[in-house]
């Protein structure tokens, strides 16, 4: 699945918020033919343990990470390119040689990540893969490859299971791949 077909150009903003109703994301989608770009900010977290984080996606137009920027409002950053073949450098490190292999991100602190590997994978219903992400961990911006099973129940339905923490959720999405509900975690917020 492209990022988008024919020239189209696609915006969307999202806005999740926690079940506790602690805490938001409001989230920036720009879909165009060379690629993905997403802009975000959270306020508050699950834990308390920080206030806002903002971060940026690049995305090449089969939804690889390219690029990524995450700032806690402590000052605190990480910058990681990849060349979506899974090797990863940082300004600080140079090449990260734990993260070989890994394709996708998945920043703790959003849902959207989810969506990385399930538009990647392009899975039928029924269908399951297994797969190692870098996990950016919060607020502490830890990295650490972390296995992952994605299965496709529906059109709109997945099933996210952390292999290494025994974690399983059921997703629902929307036609785009974005999630609606992550229960006990995080659910969108419908329009007014």
């Given at each position: 699945?492209s990022?988008?077909?024919?020239?189209?150009?696609?915006?969307?903003?999202?806005?999740?918020?926690?079940?506790?109703?602690?805490?938001?994301?409001?989230?920036?989608l720009?879909?165009?033919?060379?690629?993905?770009?997403?802009?975000?900010?959270?306020?508050?977290?699950?834990?308390?343990?920080?206030?806002?984080?903002?971060?940026?996606?690049?995305?090449?137009?089969?939804?690889?990470?390219?690029?990524?920027?995450?700032?806690?409002?402590?000052?605190?950053?990480?910058?990681?390119?990849?060349?979506?073949?899974g090797?990863?450098?940082?300004?600080?490190?140079?090449?990260?040689?734990?993260?070989?292999?890994?394709?996708?991100?998945?920043?703790?602190a959003?849902?959207?990540?989810?969506?990385l590997?399930?538009?990647?994978?392009?899975?039928?219903?029924?269908e399951?893969?297994?797969?190692?992400?870098?996990?950016?961990?919060?607020p502490?911006?830890?990295?650490?490859?972390?296995?992952?099973?994605?299965?496709?129940?529906?059109?709109?339905?997945?099933?996210?299971?952390?292999?290494d923490?025994?974690?399983?959720?059921q997703?629902?999405?929307?036609d785009q791949?974005?999630?609606?509900?992550?229960?006990?975690?995080?659910?969108?917020?419908?329009?007014?």
């Amino acid at each position: 699945m492209s990022a988008a077909s024919d020239g189209q150009r696609v915006q969307r903003e999202v806005v999740w918020t926690g079940w506790d109703h602690q805490g938001s994301e409001h989230l920036q989608l720009r879909i165009e033919g060379d690629g993905v770009r997403v802009e975000s900010r959270i306020e508050g977290g699950h834990d308390d343990a920080f206030r806002q984080l903002s971060y940026q996606l690049w995305l090449d137009p089969e939804w690889r990470v390219r690029r990524m920027a995450a700032r806690l409002d402590d000052g605190r950053e990480r910058r990681l390119v990849t060349d979506g073949a899974g090797h990863w450098w940082c300004d600080e490190h140079g090449l990260l040689s734990s993260l070989t292999g890994c394709l996708d991100i998945d920043i703790a602190a959003t849902p959207f990540t989810n969506t990385l590997p399930i538009r990647r994978l392009g899975l039928s219903s029924g269908e399951s893969a297994s797969l190692t992400v870098a996990l950016l961990s919060i607020p502490s911006l830890a990295l650490n490859a972390v296995r992952q099973r994605y299965t496709r129940l529906s059109s709109r339905g997945w099933r996210y299971e952390g292999l290494d923490s025994g974690f399983t959720a059921q997703l629902d999405v929307d036609d785009q791949g974005l999630v609606l509900d992550y229960p006990e975690t995080f659910r969108r917020r419908r329009p007014c």
